[in-house]
């Protein structure tokens, strides 16, 4: 028997589930959204980043004294 070229059933990937804002068209907000929390991530481990590289330079000059 041939295989049937019409049953394209499970043929392709899976469709993303739409949450109910999205089907009425928020899609866009919730992009904007992740955006904002994406930037204030990076602005907060930057910052993290500067701490530490100051409390790095900070170790070294209170160890010199007490060594001498």
């Known amino acids: 028997m041939a295989k049937s070229r019409n049953n394209l059933l499970g ?9 109910r804002a ?15 929390a994406e930037d204030k991530k ?3 481990v930057r910052k993290m ?3 530490a590289a100051a409390a ?5 000059e209170q160890d ?3 060594g001498s």
Request: hydrophobic share 25%; no cysteine.
């Open 11 to 19: 043929v392709g990937g899976q469709r993303k589930k739409l949450s």
């Open 22 to 36: 999205e089907q009425q068209g928020a899609g866009p907000a919730r992009d904007k959204d992740r955006k904002a």
């Open 42 to 44: 990076q602005e907060l």
């Open 49 to 51: 980043r500067e701490r």
């Open 56 to 60: 790095a330079e900070a170790e070294p």
């Open 64 to 66: 010199a004294p007490a």
